[in-house]
């Protein structure tokens, strides 16, 4: 199974600033995701982050608002951008190994 | 439109009880499924697949192609199984993306 860390762990943030989340994995994986979960919500894929490639976004998701790096097969990050209270949320990294799913601790990030 | 339903928000019983958490999907070809959990404090973690046929911690879920329905149950409920539950199909195949369903809270009452 696949460990994943996250950092930071939470955050409060001022409108129009922009976050950086981490996620480091324990072992070398080709395909990791980033999922969004708002209040009260269930998860939402963000972005498919496989290495070598450009990030894939789904629908409703723009690399503007949320650029994505993965340098190499252990490591992501994701950037909320100009934040509003709207992205207030938990921020999930996750990756997969065969076809199970493993999931980071999430990010929680509170616009103000 | 493919997705996937789980019309209970929330889901009570007593423990002793049986529990059926419910699952419904549209999407084309065969699809694999999933039921994630997520305990209190915890972070999500897989529960079972539809591919194994197994029963992990006494739960157990069966595809019905017919129906597209992939409910979870369990005859006794635990007090301990309290979670959210996450159905959650995995669309596209091995490189596909998991999508999940809008969960249902389950609490087992002493």
């Known amino acids: 199974s696949a460990v994943i860390s996250q950092k930071p762990s939470r955050d409060i943030c001022q409108r129009g600033t922009s976050l950086t989340i981490q996620c480091q994995v324990d072992?070398?994986?080709?395909?990791m995701f980033w999922y969004r979960q708002q209040p009260g919500q269930s998860l939402t894929l963000i972005a498919t982050?496989?290495?070598?490639?450009?990030?894939?976004?789904e629908s409703g998701f723009v690399i503007d608002k949320f650029p994505i790096s993965r340098p190499n097969l252990t490591f992501s990050t994701l950037t909320v951008s100009n934040m509003s209270p709207e992205d207030s949320s938990i921020y999930l990294c996750?990756?997969?190994?065969?076809?199970?799913?493993?999931f980071g601790p999430g990010t929680r990030l509170t616009v103000l | 439109a493919q997705r996937v339903t789980q019309p209970e928000k929330l889901l009570s019983v007593f423990k002793g009880a049986p529990v059926e958490l419910k699952c419904n999907y549209s999407y084309s070809g065969s699809p694999e499924l999933f039921w994630y959990v997520q305990y209190s404090r915890q972070r999500l973690q897989l529960l079972l697949r539809h591919i194994s046929r197994e029963s992990i911690k006494g739960f157990t879920a069966d595809l019905n192609k017919g129906e597209t329905s992939f409910h979870l149950k369990k005859p006794f409920a635990q007090e301990e199984d309290s979670a959210m539950y996450y159905c959650?199909?995995?669309?596209?195949?091995?490189?596909?993306?998991?999508?999940f369903g809008k969960g249902t809270k389950l609490s087992v009452k002493p």
């Open positions: 959650a199909p995995l669309k596209g195949g091995s490189q596909g993306n998991l999508i």
């Open positions: 996750s990756v997969r190994q065969g076809l199970e799913q493993f």
């Open positions: 072992s070398q994986v080709t395909m």
């Open positions: 982050a496989n290495q070598g490639s450009e990030a894939t976004y």
